[in-house]
């Protein structure tokens, strides 16, 4: 009787559970639209609910390639099925479901009276149904391989939990010691962590806690002052750090380097997933930021870092500095030199002028002169000699009157000889005109009627006591770069120390002081040597060769 009853009692508990499975299943078809289908990563696919949206499915990573995530915030429940080629030997493949980390199904096979045909489009296929799961605060993992290559498994994460924020439990920095290696360590930084890269520093690790997801994570670095990524990563490394549970925490590696200059820098956890790459994308950036992790590192290096575009940048700014500098100085050179060269040629300007009335003063004075001789030669009733005096004397006055501020050496000659014979007739003199065998007259130039005054003052007062015993000797010597004109006469000579009282050489003397001013690099230098026995007036034009 005991036995009856306990047989009785193993049914209705069976009934009862395969009531509710049912039920279960009956109620999560019952949302699910089996008319849309989404990949959900290798051979598998999915439905999900009909009014389900933000459905972010068969996402891939760069460290994971047999790992497909599917994203489901929104979803109650999921249909998994598998599909296959024709080709395919379905009795090979076994599948593994699991519940958050817990196993449902392990190494189950396919059921082939299950499967149905369906038609891709390219090629005739079969599927079947792997089951109807709730996931709503869950991850379905399943795992699908052949027993002809069990190492290659396709791994499908189904994820209907929001997606933590990924926790940063370490930051260090390695330096160079004689043993080796040390590290300085900062756990569980806060949002704000002032670190300093000494010389001897040479990168930064960046911890993460350990999540069944981490490969979902990626990791950038932006420099907050420019707004710019100077780094990115979408692997994590395993090996060196293990956490509490000791389990080994995934951390990445970022190289000094990546720091060019001291200032402000964010280190940005987030999910790997294009947020606007799915079907009915309405999440706000509010709900975006809960999944994203955000620490400010306060850098301050050592030793600065330019890159090749900011020290061509900097080059040419500095270039450009100096060269608009330079430009500005040689402005201002320029403006100076030319007020300079303006006030030296209005200076020059004055002096020619002045040294133009100059020669309008000597002129008349040569002039009157001059005609004084005839005059004289005239009263003595020397009329064949006034005559000649009279025809050397018209040609001599159209070349003093020639308004050339320089003339020939060659032609200065001729002038002095001109008057000098003119002279001659009325005084009987005696003259010489000696000049160097290396001097091209015709090529050297000076000043118009330079001696002239002073042949006129020998002549004038030294000849006209001694007649014709009487000798003027005028000479043109080269000395070196300097020029030498000479006047001498053997007349009975004047007190040098006295102040001059002709007015063709105190004429001179102020013409010489105007030629100085005009010709600075180069020197008029009077000198006069008088005694009873003679005088010798030697100027001198330094430089002028």
Request: charged content about 25%.
């Amino acid at each position: 009787m005991i036995k009856i009853k306990l047989n009785t009692m193993k049914k209705i508990i069976f009934t009862l559970l395969s009531f509710i499975i049912v039920l279960s299943t009956v109620s999560a078809q019952k949302g699910i639209n089996f008319n849309h289908t989404y990949p959900g990563g290798g051979r598998l696919l999915m439905t999900v609910d009909s009014s389900a949206k933000n459905v972010y499915y068969d996402i891939y990573f760069p460290n994971q390639p047999n790992t497909s995530f599917s994203y489901l915030p929104e979803v109650d429940s999921v249909s998994i099925q598998i599909y296959f080629r024709k080709k395919d030997s379905v009795e090979h493949y076994r599948y593994t479901i699991l519940a958050d980390n817990k196993p449902i199904v392990v190494n189950k096979a396919i059921n082939k009276a299950g499967l149905k045909d369906f038609d891709r489009g390219d090629e005739l296929s079969s599927f079947t149904t792997l089951g109807i799961f709730p996931i709503k605060g869950k991850m379905i993992t399943t795992l699908v391989y052949s027993i002809e290559n069990p190492l290659d498994i396709e791994k499908s994460v189904f994820y209907g939990k929001p997606i933590p924020r990924a926790k940063i439990e370490v930051l260090t920095t390695s330096f160079a010691t004689e043993s080796g290696v040390d590290y300085n360590y900062i756990t569980q930084p806060k949002e704000r962590v002032d670190l300093t890269f000494t010389e001897n520093d040479d990168e930064l690790t960046v911890v993460k806690e350990r999540t069944d997801i981490d490969y979902l994570y990626f990791t950038s670095i932006k420099d907050k002052k420019t707004d710019k990524i100077v780094f990115e990563s979408t692997s994590w490394l395993y090996g060196s750090y293990l956490n509490k549970a000791g389990k080994l925490s995934p951390y990445i590696k970022i190289d000094k380097s990546v720091f060019k200059k001291s200032g402000d820098y964010e280190i940005i956890v987030q999910p790997l997933i294009d947020w606007t790459n799915c079907l009915d994308c309405d999440i706000s950036a509010k709900e975006l930021e809960k999944c994203i992790t955000r620490n400010t590192l306060s850098i301050k290096l050592d030793e600065e870092n330019y890159t090749k575009k900011e020290l061509l940048i900097y080059t040419l700014i500095a270039a450009f500095s100096i060269g608009l500098v330079f430009l500005i100085i040689l402005y201002f050179i320029k403006k100076r030199t030319k007020k300079r060269l303006a006030e030296k040629e209005q200076q020059k300007n004055i002096a020619k002028l002045k040294l133009n009335s100059i020669r309008s003063q000597l002129n008349p004075h040569f002039l009157f002169n001059a005609l004084a001789g005839i005059q004289s030669l005239m009263n003595k009733n020397e009329i064949d000699k006034a005559n000649t005096y009279l025809s050397k004397f018209g040609r001599l006055t159209r070349n003093v009157l020639d308004d050339k501020e320089l003339i020939s050496l060659s032609r200065e000659e001729a002038l002095l000889d001109d008057y000098l014979q003119m002279e001659q007739l009325r005084f009987g003199f005696t003259y010489e005109i000696d000049h160097a065998g290396n001097l091209d007259l015709d090529n050297i130039v000076i000043p118009s009627m330079l001696l002239q005054p002073f042949v006129e003052n020998a002549v004038k007062h030294g000849m006209s006591q001694k007649a014709s015993d009487g000798k003027v000797i005028i000479t043109f010597i080269k000395q070196a770069n300097d020029l030498v004109l000479t006047v001498t006469d053997n007349g009975n000579g004047f007190d040098t120390g006295k102040k001059l009282n002709g007015l063709g050489l105190v004429l001179s003397e102020s013409r010489l002081a105007l030629l100085n001013s005009v010709y600075k690099e180069n020197r008029f230098i009077l000198a006069i040597q008088s005694t009873t026995n003679g005088t010798k007036i030697s100027l001198t034009l330094t430089d002028w060769l």
